[in-house]
């Protein structure tokens, strides 16, 4: 079964500093790899995902992540984090050898970007 | 192009009581999904629908929770009787049957159960 972590709760950053959030991944198969990020009574909006190719994937926002099959991992990353970026945010993988589309997400971390 | 929608955004009531949440997905999705989302936690799934079949309903507590997608386009999710551990936000995502498409979200509906 496919499983995601998420190791920190928790990642504090001042702005304008470069920002990581830390995401590793367990699945049977390939994966198909996921970052959502959730604003205050707001649902999950979608930033980027990694199907195949190239490992750096560029999204939404600025963000950008860094895909590492050897160490399974799919790092959130930005170069200069905004107060703005301040949420929770989630790692979901798929097991793209599985005949659903069901993603399992991790328990989430929350970034807080000070002044 | 408009996104999820859900209804109500707030529910609250007591436990032992029945509660129905509406979704309506992005328009052409035929897959349909409902999550649980229990505070501190990552989404959870409960169900999900290919048009309006089901394809998976492996972690829904079948014995209080019920779904349905009758003409493949908007759901229904219900609960009852209704626990206090129900107390969450469920989510409704959409997405085409593209297997590596990705899901989108709406806003949630946040239950608290008294």
């Known amino acids: 079964a496919q499983s995601v972590a998420q190791p920190e709760d928790q990642v504090n950053v001042a702005e304008g500093n470069p920002l990581t959030v830390k995401c590793t991944y367990s699945?049977?198969?390939?994966?198909?790899l996921f970052w959502y990020v959730q604003y205050p009574n707001r649902g999950l909006q979608f930033l980027l995902k990694?199907?195949?190719?190239?490992?750096l994937v560029k999204g939404s926002y600025g963000f950008e992540a860094e895909f590492n099959k050897s160490q399974t991992s799919f790092h959130l990353k930005k170069p200069s984090a905004l107060v703005s970026d301040s949420a929770l945010y989630f790692c979901?993988?798929?097991?793209?050898?599985?005949?659903?589309?069901?993603?399992?997400f991790g328990t989430g971390t929350r970034l807080l970007v000070s002044p | 192009e408009a996104g999820v929608a859900q209804s109500p955004r707030y529910k609250i009531i007591e436990k032992r009581q029945s509660v129905a949440f509406w979704c309506n997905p992005i328009?052409?999705?035929?897959?349909l999904y409902w999550y649980q989302q229990i505070l501190g936690q990552g989404p959870k799934l409960l169900i999900q629908?290919?048009?309006?079949?089901?394809?998976?309903d492996s972690q829904l507590p079948k014995d209080r929770f019920s779904a349905e997608r009758l003409k493949g386009v908007d759901s229904t999710l219900k609960i009852q009787p209704a626990k206090l551990e129900d107390s969450a936000v469920y989510l409704c995502?959409?997405?085409?049957?593209?297997?590596?498409?990705?899901?989108?979200f709406g806003p949630g509906t946040r239950l608290l159960v008294l």
């Open positions: 995502a959409s997405s085409s049957t593209v297997v590596q498409e990705t899901q989108y």
């Open positions: 699945v049977s198969g390939n994966p198909y």
């Open positions: 990694y199907i195949t190719g190239d490992n």
């Open positions: 979901a993988v798929r097991d793209m050898n599985t005949g659903f589309q069901k993603l399992v």
């Open positions: 328009s052409g999705h035929a897959t």
């Open positions: 629908f290919q048009n309006n079949g089901v394809v998976d």
